[in-house]
């Protein structure tokens, strides 16, 4: 593979680092500005010229060009190039709008273009005493002006423009985990148990960490365990409430109590409850075998006691405003 051609220019101007240089395939995405007759134009006495307005998330722009460089702010000797606010929508006082852009210069015998933008990630802000920003040593005039160098063939040159208007939505949340939430313990008595037609059975509601849960219970099991084991499950009753994407972590313990000598079953689970999943739970909780022998006291009276215990549940709050980006305690 022949090595990739290095075009002029990459290189830091005024040997600064407040801008970085790459060169891309891609023309620009919002806006081209071509100028034919560029050396009649850099001959007078013209100190700049602007493009025409281009819109780009609701504003209006438009492109600076000083083809001498802008002599009033360390350009002279280079092309200065501007993004800039159209005076048709230009900002008042007190308002502001925040921008990532970037700026090309087209290489004709590359075919490729020489795009410049702020380093660091650094962000733009355009406001009422601030319209026009951008580079004042985008390329030195004997770089530019060299045809050999490919960005002035023909007496042609083309600029243009890529702009990113960052719009805070002050939007965020903050997520933490409660642990041993309150009321974080239910407990289900099922009366009559053996005499249950119905396939499952589900408890009444109850309320946890700000959500309605209920005990899910097949008597005879489950799935591939029906006809073998008891199946449990907890259920988030409103997981409809969740907002799209958002799913609710709860670890918790499912009990089958022992209502003579205290030597409960109980098992541990954990899910990531969501709008498409909305229960979890054993399907083999115990064997029907060891729940019907009456000696074990897990059925007396042929009740049967269920118990569900939430241990850690994740609480989101809405965070609006200012508060989305402040550090520190809360």
Same mark, same amino acid.
């Given at each position: 593979?022949a090595?990739?051609p290095?075009m002029e220019?990459?290189t830091?101007?005024?040997?600064q680092a407040?801008?970085t240089?790459?060169i891309?395939?891609l023309?620009p995405?919002?806006?081209?500005f071509k100028i034919e007759n !560029?050396s009649?134009?850099?001959?007078t006495?013209?100190?700049s010229?602007?493009?025409?307005? !281009?819109?780009?998330?609701?504003y209006?722009?438009r492109l600076?060009?000083h083809?001498?460089?802008?002599?009033?702010s360390?350009?002279?000797g280079?092309?200065s190039?501007?993004l800039?606010?159209?005076?048709?929508?230009a900002?008042?006082?007190?308002?502001?709008?925040n921008?990532?852009?970037?700026?090309f210069?087209?290489n004709?015998i590359?075919?490729?273009?020489l795009?410049?933008?702020?380093a660091?990630?650094?962000v733009?802000?355009?406001h009422?005493?601030?319209?026009?920003?951008?580079?004042?040593q985008?390329l030195?005039?004997?770089?530019?002006?060299?045809? =050999?160098?490919?960005?002035l063939?023909?007496?042609?040159?083309?600029?243009g423009a890529e702009? !990113?208007?960052?719009?805070?939505t002050?939007k965020?949340?903050?997520l933490?985990l409660?642990?041993?939430?309150?009321?974080?313990s239910?407990t289900?008595?099922?009366?009559n148990?053996?005499?249950?037609?119905?396939e =499952?059975?589900k408890s009444p509601?109850?309320c946890?960490?700000g959500?309605?849960w209920t005990?899910l219970?097949y008597?005879k099991?489950?799935?591939?365990f029906?006809?073998? =084991?008891?199946?449990? !499950?907890?259920t988030l009753?409103?997981?409809?409430?969740?907002?799209?994407?958002?799913?609710?972590y709860?670890?918790?313990?499912?009990r089958?109590?022992d209502q003579l000598?205290?030597k409960?079953?109980?098992k541990?689970?954990?899910?990531?409850? =969501?709008?498409?999943?909305n229960d979890w739970?054993?399907?083999?909780?115990?064997?029907?075998?060891?729940?019907?022998?009456l000696a074990k006291g897990?059925?007396?009276?042929?009740?049967?006691?269920?118990?569900a215990?939430i241990?850690v549940?994740t609480?989101?709050k809405?965070?609006s405003?200012?508060?989305?980006f402040m550090?520190g305690?809360?």
């Amino acid at each position: 593979m022949a090595p990739r051609p290095v075009m002029e220019g990459m290189t830091e101007v005024n040997d600064q680092a407040e801008n970085t240089r790459s060169i891309r395939d891609l023309p620009p995405a919002h806006y081209a500005f071509k100028i034919e007759n !560029f050396s009649l134009l850099s001959n007078t006495k013209v100190d700049s010229v602007e493009s025409g307005d !281009f819109e780009v998330d609701s504003y209006k722009w438009r492109l600076c060009l000083h083809p001498n460089g802008n002599k009033k702010s360390k350009g002279d000797g280079h092309i200065s190039l501007y993004l800039a606010f159209s005076k048709s929508n230009a900002p008042p006082l007190g308002w502001e709008v925040n921008v990532d852009f970037k700026l090309f210069v087209y290489n004709h015998i590359h075919d490729k273009y020489l795009t410049i933008q702020d380093a660091n990630g650094r962000v733009r802000r355009f406001h009422g005493m601030k319209t026009e920003m951008g580079f004042d040593q985008l390329l030195p005039l004997t770089l530019f002006n060299d045809k =050999s160098k490919g960005y002035l063939i023909d007496d042609c040159c083309i600029f243009g423009a890529e702009i !990113f208007v960052l719009k805070h939505t002050s939007k965020g949340e903050c997520l933490s985990l409660m642990k041993q939430p309150v009321h974080s313990s239910f407990t289900w008595s099922i009366q009559n148990f053996s005499a249950l037609a119905q396939e =499952s059975c589900k408890s009444p509601v109850f309320c946890v960490g700000g959500h309605k849960w209920t005990l899910l219970v097949y008597p005879k099991g489950n799935s591939t365990f029906k006809g073998k =084991s008891l199946s449990i !499950f907890l259920t988030l009753e409103d997981s409809e409430t969740l907002p799209s994407g958002r799913t609710k972590y709860a670890e918790f313990t499912l009990r089958v109590r022992d209502q003579l000598f205290g030597k409960h079953i109980e098992k541990n689970a954990n899910c990531h409850f =969501s709008n498409s999943i909305n229960d979890w739970g054993h399907l083999n909780f115990m064997s029907l075998d060891e729940l019907n022998t009456l000696a074990k006291g897990y059925l007396v009276n042929n009740t049967l006691v269920v118990e569900a215990q939430i241990h850690v549940l994740t609480v989101v709050k809405e965070l609006s405003g200012s508060c989305a980006f402040m550090h520190g305690n809360t």
